[in-house]
């Protein structure tokens, strides 16, 4: 048999830890991990700063920006604590009542046009829950995952959002053809798209700086027709959740298949500002995603 990766065992002890923890106690442990993340993680912390003083137009510094990122960190350590107890979450008798949906009717417009619809997403807040929350409503959303090492821990991420109701597209080559597939069923497929992974992506110009954003929704919505539906879910207190559904960006072909994807990529950077700025201390992106961050 071969050796578990620390990285493993550390995710999976965490996870059966989160599940044994009380209700009353959950948050404000998960709040004090993340905290203490952050004067670890001192790589992150240093991103996650530049990232809400982008997020903020420069008006955060010193104290104050401090304070916020100790609140970004409590905020992922949130994010973490109820992604490993969702499979159990569930099982709630209450669990649709602490959910509060914003612009859904904007989804189910796009359903009974019958050409499928994609959900955009900034890391912003419990995105997971998101996903949970649609299979609760008979509608099975397909998911793009990022591929982590070592391959158990990408298994048994794959596995917890299966159990959640989830179809899983490891990120890939096959995963666009996946998508395409999805949406021609007149499914809902969800990309979080504020984080150009490959690195091949479109120029935009998002909170203020030249970076590159995924061209997947945009290039998916043009070939499908899909509804293309930039969307956040907010943390709210008392382990309350606040979705928003912003109105379909305009897809209308309207020139070359670049300059058309280039035009509907930049108007989902700005609804991804829209979005962020309402909690800037949600977003969890603690990676290098602007050029001057390298």
């Not at 499914?187 to 992974?197: E, Q, T």
Request: hydrophobic content about 45%.
């Amino acid at each position: 048999m071969s050796r578990l990766s620390p990285s493993y065992v550390a995710y999976r002890g965490g996870a059966a830890a989160a599940e044994l923890v009380p209700e009353w106690a959950g948050e404000r442990i998960a709040r004090r991990a993340g905290r203490l993340a952050g004067l670890v993680m001192a790589e992150r912390r240093r991103m996650l700063e530049r990232n809400l003083v982008r997020a903020s137009g420069g008006t955060l510094s010193g104290d104050d920006l401090r304070r916020a990122v100790d609140a970004g960190f409590e905020s992922y350590g949130r994010y973490w604590l109820e992604l490993f107890r969702l499979r159990r979450d569930l099982r709630r008798p209450d669990f649709d009542d602490r959910i509060h949906l914003d612009g859904y009717e904007h989804v189910e417009a796009g359903l009974a046009a019958g050409r499928g619809v994609i959900l955009a997403l900034p890391h912003l807040g419990g995105w997971e829950l998101a996903g949970a929350w649609l299979a609760r409503q008979g509608v099975r959303p397909a998911v793009v995952v990022e591929p982590v090492e070592p391959p158990e821990l990408f298994e048994w991420f794959a596995g917890v959002r299966r159990d959640l109701g989830m179809e899983v597209i490891p990120l890939g080559p096959d995963a666009a053809p996946a998508l395409l597939r999805a949406l021609r069923d007149n499914r809902v497929v969800a990309l979080v798209s504020d984080r150009d992974l490959s690195g091949d992506g479109v120029e935009v110009e998002f909170f203020g700086e030249r970076t590159t954003l995924p061209a997947g929704p945009a290039m998916l919505a043009l070939r499908t027709g899909a509804a293309l539906l930039p969307v956040a879910v907010y943390f709210e207190p008392d382990g309350g959740h606040r979705g928003v559904v912003l109105p379909p960006r305009d897809t209308t072909r309207t020139g070359r298949l670049r300059d058309d994807i280039a035009r509907i990529t930049q108007d989902l950077a700005r609804s991804f500002e829209v979005l962020i700025e309402a909690a800037p201390e949600q977003w969890h992106l603690m990676q290098p995603n602007w050029p001057s961050d390298r």
